[in-house]
């Protein structure tokens, strides 16, 4: 009897690997030489770490390469239609072993107000005028509003 390996929630397991490796493209060397690529399990780690915990694509562990090439690999993968063709696959194998009751759905969402919205008779701000009044430029002083005394005056 051989004990479970355990992962953390973004690690694909071996055997959903062996599964998920057919929709990945194969990628020769190139002739030319340059940097080897990732190892395209790696990446998909990758790309599922990000996705998990919602961090930016440069802040993922270097473990899993650069951020540059995980978000490349992640584009290129939902251009070619992998993770739509694996999510397809994956919901037809889940049916099979556990059963999905098709006809129970749920969909998750809320209606609420914005936290600074307001009432909707609520008091206008000045807008524009304010909003010109307030920015500061990279010089650090208050920038005018355009149209409204920009114009520079001259000694006589």
Same mark, same amino acid.
């Given at each position: 009897?051989?004990?479970? *390996?355990?992962?953390?929630?973004?690690?694909?397991?071996?055997?959903?690997?062996?599964?998920?490796?057919?929709?990945?493209?194969?990628?020769?060397?190139?002739?030319?030489?340059?940097?080897?690529?990732?190892?395209?399990?790696?990446?998909?780690?990758?790309?599922?770490?990000?996705?998990?915990?919602?961090? *930016?694509?440069?802040?993922?562990?270097?473990?899993?390469?650069?951020?540059?090439?995980?978000?490349?690999?992640?584009?290129?993968?939902?251009?070619?239609?992998?993770?739509?063709?694996?999510?397809?696959?994956?919901?037809?194998?889940?049916?099979?072993?556990?059963?999905?009751?098709?006809?129970? *759905?749920?969909?998750?969402?809320?209606?609420?107000?914005?936290?600074?919205?307001?009432?909707?008779?609520?008091?206008?701000?000045?807008?524009?005028?304010?909003?010109?009044? *307030?920015?500061?430029?990279?010089?650090?002083?208050?920038?005018?509003?355009?149209?409204?005394?920009?114009?520079?005056?001259?000694?006589?």
């Amino acid at each position: 009897m051989h004990a479970r *390996q355990s992962y953390p929630s973004w690690r694909i397991p071996d055997g959903l690997w062996s599964r998920m490796e057919g929709f990945v493209p194969k990628y020769r060397k190139s002739p030319l030489g340059g940097r080897p690529r990732l190892e395209l399990r790696k990446a998909m780690d990758g790309i599922f770490y990000v996705l998990r915990t919602g961090c *930016q694509w440069k802040a993922a562990p270097r473990e899993f390469g650069s951020g540059s090439s995980l978000h490349r690999y992640f584009q290129e993968w939902a251009r070619r239609g992998v993770f739509l063709k694996l999510w397809k696959y994956l919901l037809r194998r889940y049916d099979e072993l556990r059963g999905i009751q098709w006809k129970w *759905q749920s969909l998750d969402g809320s209606t609420t107000k914005a936290p600074l919205g307001g009432e909707k008779n609520r008091e206008k701000p000045d807008g524009p005028w304010q909003a010109g009044r *307030q920015a500061i430029g990279a010089d650090r002083r208050p920038r005018r509003a355009s149209g409204r005394g920009d114009r520079r005056r001259q000694c006589a």
